[in-house]
């Protein structure tokens, strides 16, 4: 498996799609933080999600997860998936973007790229043990995020 980024800036400044689910019931989010790695000897990504969101049940009942990139000129759209709730709207048709079964999970034919991630590991990031400036511009008066490693399993182009 290759995949080559600009890893400091691809989550953060380009963005991407985290999608957890089946065919029949699947949700996605834009997310801009994660990471990209190795543990337990295994090419892993990272991210992160707030408990309140309508995806961590969506990480939480599946195996799978896909991380998925996107041209440019989906940047727009990707705002939208990453401020409507899918509890509230239907996400698929407000975005335009074409599901496609990807391995256990879904992604988009839209996507530049695709990572197929079986989950590893999950914990919550506890404010405790972070910096007191960090706890408070993030998290006062709003959900906490757990952390989820998975292990990329495919690379999809």
Not at 18 to 46: Q, R
Not at 106 to 112: N, P, T
Request: glycine share 8%; charged share 25%.
């Amino acid at each position: 498996m290759e995949f080559t980024t600009d890893i400091l800036s691809v989550f953060d400044k380009k963005w991407a799609l985290l999608t957890a689910g089946k065919e029949d019931s699947f949700n996605t989010m834009t997310i801009s933080w994660g990471g990209l790695g190795t543990i337990w000897n295994k090419p892993v990504a990272t991210v992160y999600v707030r408990t309140s969101r309508y995806t961590h049940d969506f990480m939480d009942a599946n195996e799978f997860f896909t991380v998925s990139f996107y041209p440019e000129e989906c940047k727009k759209t990707l705002g939208v998936l990453g401020s409507k709730s899918g509890r509230d709207i239907d996400k698929m048709k407000e975005s335009g973007l074409t599901p496609v079964k990807t391995g256990e999970s879904m992604s988009f034919k839209e996507a530049e790229v695709t990572l197929v991630c079986k989950k590893l590991f999950k914990q919550k990031l506890e404010e405790s043990n972070m910096p007191a400036d960090i706890a408070k511009a993030m998290y006062e008066g709003q959900a906490s995020h757990d952390m989820y490693i998975g292990e990329i399993v495919e690379i999809i182009r």
